[in-house]
């Protein structure tokens, strides 16, 4: 009966994992990586120790699932906006569009995640903030690509202005997420996303 007890207690609770990583992710959001305690984790999981650290882990695993539950769930419209528009601007534009709209549907996920949840940290952070690093560098590159598209091969200075624009883009689209956080409004966030695409107009670009 003991033996029966103790690998009874040893075994996780059983909960929703996707339900757990929703609440994990919510609370990296909230707080950011470092400052998001075990103890705030599990108790926004409504998990306990043994079922967190049986189920993720450790912190560092955990928080690179939730990187992984986000991507799915608020970040796959990224690619498909790009690809599905006839032009780079409509794409561009309605990544934009579909961004703002998820910043300011739900209080607790303003700004991207990716962005705010670990850009400065102690040295043991430094593996997460390489793998957000590396998530923000692949949405440079999607714009990049989309650009590239319209560019002809041959032409070395189109490509490069194509390089150009994906960074700058890729800059207003971040930048926003700390405006969005901060509080400016939506109407003055759409502001600023009209003026950027106004680029195009300045370059030629056809919409």
Known sequence: MTTKNAVTRGRPRDFDRDEAL??????????GYEASSLALLKTAMGINSPSLYAAFGSKNALFTE?????????????EKALQSAKSAREGIAALFEQTLTQFYADQRHRGCFVVLAALLGSQDSAPIRAILNEERRRTALLFERRLMEECVAEDPAARRQAHILAEYFTTVLFGLSVQ????????????????????????????
């Open 66 to 78: 939730a990187v992984t539950f986000y991507l799915a769930k608020y970040g796959a419209y990224r």
């Open 180 to 207: 969005v956080r901060d509080g400016v409004s939506e109407h003055e966030v759409r502001a600023v996303v009209e003026l950027a695409l106004s680029v195009f107009d300045r370059h030629g670009e056809k919409s």
């Open 22 to 31: 929703e609440k994990a992710l919510e609370t990296f959001w909230q707080y």
